[in-house]
C-alpha cells in the first residue's frame, strides 16, 4: 500500500488545479504547471484539498499513485512558493557573475563557461569576502527544472577530491583523500 500516495495535498485558495484527459494543471501565483499522469487514477479535488485514488492493487498502479501525488504536491509547492538548490564555488579565483539570464563562471579553465538559464529559472550570485565563498541560488517553480540547472552548474567543475576546489551543492559534503605523502 502507497503511504505517501495516500496523504492528502493540500491547495491554497490562490492556486486552482483541473484535471482534464490524464492531465493535470495547476495554476497560481508563482506561474503554470501541468503533468501527465496515468489515466487509471482518479483524483478527487474537495474542500481545498486533493486525494488520488487507484483502482486496484496491482505493482503499476502502486508505483503511479505514489508518483502522481508527488508531482501533484510539487507542482503546488511550486506556485505558491517556488523551489531552489544553492551551490557554492570554492576556489582562489573561482567566481561567478550574473548579467541578465546569462551565469559566467570562471572555474580555473582557459575560458569563462557561460551558461543560459532556461525560461521561469531564476539565478542569483552572492560573493563572500570574509570566506572567499561565492553561493550560487537557482530559483523557480518547476522542481525538475530547478534540479536539473543545478546539475548543470555543478557539472562545469565537480568538487576535487584532494584539494576540495569546485563548485558543490550546500549541504553536500565532500571527503577529502590524503595525498601521496600522507603515509610517510
Same mark, same amino acid.
Request: charge should be positive; aromatic fraction near 2%; glycine fraction near 10%.
Given at each position: 500500500?502507497?503511504?505517501?500516495? +495516500?496523504?492528502?495535498?493540500?491547495?491554497? /485558495?490562490?492556486?486552482?488545479?483541473?484535471?482534464?484527459?490524464?492531465?493535470?494543471?495547476?495554476?497560481?501565483?508563482?506561474?503554470?504547471?501541468?503533468?501527465?499522469?496515468?489515466?487509471? @487514477?482518479?483524483? %478527487?479535488?474537495?474542500?481545498?484539498?486533493?486525494?488520488?485514488? !487507484?483502482?486496484?492493487?496491482?505493482?503499476?498502479?502502486?508505483?503511479?499513485? /505514489?508518483?502522481? !501525488?508527488? @508531482?501533484?504536491?510539487?507542482?503546488?509547492? /511550486?506556485?505558491? $512558493?517556488?523551489? $531552489?538548490?544553492? +551551490?557554492?564555488?570554492?576556489?582562489?579565483?573561482? &567566481?561567478? &557573475?550574473?548579467?541578465?539570464?546569462? @551565469?559566467?563562471? $570562471?572555474?580555473?579553465?582557459?575560458?569563462?563557461?557561460?551558461?543560459?538559464?532556461?525560461?521561469?529559472?531564476?539565478?542569483?550570485? %552572492?560573493?563572500?569576502?570574509?570566506?572567499?565563498?561565492?553561493?550560487?541560488?537557482?530559483?523557480?517553480?518547476?522542481?525538475?527544472?530547478?534540479?536539473?540547472?543545478?546539475?548543470?552548474?555543478?557539472?562545469? &567543475?565537480?568538487?576535487?577530491?584532494?584539494?576540495?576546489?569546485?563548485?558543490?551543492?550546500?549541504?553536500?559534503?565532500? &571527503? @577529502? !583523500?590524503? /595525498? %601521496? !605523502?600522507?603515509?610517510?
Amino acid at each position: 500500500m502507497s503511504r505517501i500516495g +495516500l496523504k492528502p495535498i493540500n491547495v491554497p /485558495g490562490n492556486v486552482t488545479v483541473e484535471v482534464l484527459d490524464g492531465t493535470v494543471s495547476v495554476k497560481g501565483p508563482k506561474g503554470d504547471l501541468s503533468a501527465i499522469i496515468a489515466k487509471t @487514477l482518479e483524483v %478527487k479535488q474537495e474542500d481545498g484539498t486533493l486525494t488520488i485514488e !487507484r483502482p486496484d492493487n496491482i505493482r503499476y498502479h502502486r508505483s503511479q499513485h /505514489g508518483l502522481a !501525488r508527488t @508531482l501533484i504536491a510539487n507542482m503546488v509547492q /511550486g506556485v505558491t $512558493s517556488g523551489h $531552489s538548490k544553492t +551551490l557554492q564555488i570554492h576556489g582562489v579565483g573561482y &567566481r561567478a &557573475r550574473i548579467a541578465g539570464k546569462l @551565469l559566467t563562471l $570562471s572555474l580555473g579553465f582557459s575560458h569563462e563557461i557561460n551558461i543560459t538559464a532556461p525560461e521561469g529559472i531564476d539565478i542569483d550570485v %552572492k560573493a563572500d569576502e570574509k570566506t572567499r565563498v561565492t553561493t550560487i541560488v537557482v530559483a523557480g517553480a518547476d522542481k525538475a527544472k530547478v534540479g536539473q540547472v543545478a546539475a548543470d552548474i555543478r557539472k562545469t &567543475r565537480k568538487p576535487d577530491p584532494y584539494k576540495g576546489k569546485g563548485v558543490r551543492y550546500l549541504d553536500e559534503v565532500v &571527503r @577529502l !583523500r590524503p /595525498g %601521496k !605523502r600522507a603515509g610517510v
